[in-house]
């Protein structure tokens, strides 16, 4: 019985370790235009937030046009 615990212990924990590695976060302080939504980088450009998160994670975007946009257009 403690054996199998102990191996399911094991196969936990390298599954956490896998799964926390896979984990990327943004943190900090991110300037951002009121207006455009631009976000500026450490050495002062002005990026968009898709490129801008994009680069710093590994999220990827999808875009689509949200009902009051719709609306809008």
Request: proline letters at 3%; one cysteine or more.
């Amino acid at each position: 019985m403690r054996i199998k615990a102990e191996i399911n212990r094991g196969r936990l924990l390298s599954e956490f370790q896998d799964d926390l590695s896979k984990i990327n976060t943004l943190s900090g302080h991110l300037p951002i235009s009121a207006n455009c939504k631009k976000i500026r980088d450490d050495k002062g450009y002005w990026n968009q937030i898709e490129g801008y998160i994009k680069e710093h994670s590994e999220v990827d975007f999808s875009h689509s046009i949200c009902p009051e946009c719709a609306k809008k257009l």
